[in-house]
């Protein structure tokens, strides 16, 4: 196992229970997304998983090692794990972009022509290649996402954890991030880990979904189980993707026979209309 | 043009002029030996030919707009044109030019009182000039690699580096701020109005250090150790613009020593 959460509990300072015994661990090369309403303790959790927050209780372990949190060790896990925060606002601390993302490699102790030479790729990769020059000041919020996940990616990480990697993007700007990802994931074996309440976009992200709830993890699945679970869905203040919504109130409202998988993407669901499209009129060509 | 936009405006045209690419060392050269002969002439030749100069570079060969200069220009013009005037009127011993009887004393106006008001507006503007060349001209990227190449110490540097980069960060949550309020009508009537920029100040302070704390963790999360190492490339400084800057200076040296004896009026 890559990460093994044993147990884990956190409680601020105000006494605030964040995460109530959470216990998970994923592998190598996985897309994992974390789902919950807001306050439900998904930035915490991840906060803990490159040692920015320690646990009041339970422990964690990378390859197997629990996380030790002197310099040293947080350097080295740091090296390894790559953070994205939330607000870009808060990652980009360089007076222009280029500088930004030279930030990770140099502190890696990187010779200056090399990480040139690993900044450069990074802003290609995320396509802000053009602003390298440019202060942060001057691009649009989305442009910052990007700018901030090339600042990681610089740095070469094994896993790549985000909050909230697609808010405020526009549609597009989600659906370049996610695909980045998905080459990341397939291309280098990246491990992915992401928080998000963006319900639509976990079908199409995650092959392991998380739902958080109070601080407690309340379920661990693929999506298309986890989803199907109706009640559950509910129960937590969640709701499924659109698509999947769509084919729950035709299954029960108007007695379509629905596989009880129900579909979760616009390519499941066309699947699934065709079919009973088939069933209808076999005849038909589709 | 607004207060916030002006600062902006500088930023940006300090990155996309065309002096932009040009050595930061060359640029700091010219306008700090310009701005110490131009304070330091007591004739008015050499005070004019470097206003000229910065500002035939600055608009004609930088391209910065006209109207973004003018305006830069009119506070310090403004200030200074006060400040002479006061020295004219008051200033200077010797030769009187004019004599008003008023009924308490006489007032005199002295010649060398005049003869100085001219020359300090002159020094001053193209002491002014100067500055606003560096300031146009000069990324702040720029000016932090040529201060840390210059061993001024690391400190100073990372913090200036952090302060301007936040300053725009804190002008957009305060303008939100101040446009949030404006929308809940926290801005009619004095008192309300008062009240509103004092609770604006104040959560503008807690959210500079909430900014401070997340900023910190997010660059530990990219192996902060203490300290911020920046890729340093500049382009290098060309040893004929130094050169020219060489002569060009001597030139306005030898026109200062020349006129040194040369009364103003
Ligand atoms: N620094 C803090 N001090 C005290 N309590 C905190 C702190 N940060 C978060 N909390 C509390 O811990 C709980 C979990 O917060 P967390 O930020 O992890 O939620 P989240 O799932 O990331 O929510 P969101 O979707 O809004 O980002 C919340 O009840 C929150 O109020
Ligand atoms: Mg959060």
Known sequence: MLFKLENLSHRYSDGTLALDNVNLDFAKGERIALLGTNGSGKTTLLNHLNGILQPTSGRILFEDQPLKYDAKSLLNLRKRVGFIFQDPNDQLFAPTVEQDVAFGPLNLGQPADQAKKAVEEALKVVGMAEYAEKPPHFLSYGQKKRVALAGVLAMQPEVIVMDEPTSNLDPRGTSDILHLLLHLNKEFGLTLLLATHDVDMVPLFANKLCILNKGKLVTTGSPVELFSNTNLIREVNLRSPRITHLFEV???????????????????ARKEILRLLYLENPFENY | MSHSDIYTQIDRCAYTNRFAKTSPTTKIFFALSALIISVSSTSLIAPIIIFASTTLLLLYFARVRVRLYLFLLAYPTFMVTLSCLFIALFFGTGQPIAEIALPWFNWTIFRSGVAMSIATFFRVEGAVSCLFFLVLTTSVTDLFI??????????????????????????????????????????????????????????????????GERTFTAMNARGYDGEIRVLEDMPPSSKTALAGIAVFDAALVVAVLFTMNIGVV
Request: charge should be positive.
């Open chain 2, 146 to 211: 040529t201060l840390r190449r210059a061993h001024v110490p690391k400190v100073l540097v990372e913090m200036s580096l952090l302060i301007y980069r936040y300053i725009f960060v804190l002008l957009e949550v305060t303008g939100k701020m101040n446009t949030a309020q404006k929308l809940r009508l926290g801005h009619s009537g004095v008192m309300r109005r008062i009240r509103s920029l004092g609770l604006l100040a104040g959560n503008l302070f807690i959210r500079t250090l909430e900014q």
């Open chain 1, 250 to 268: 035709l299954k029960k409202e108007n007695n379509l026979s629905v596989n009880p998988q129900l579909p979760l993407t616009i390519s499941e």
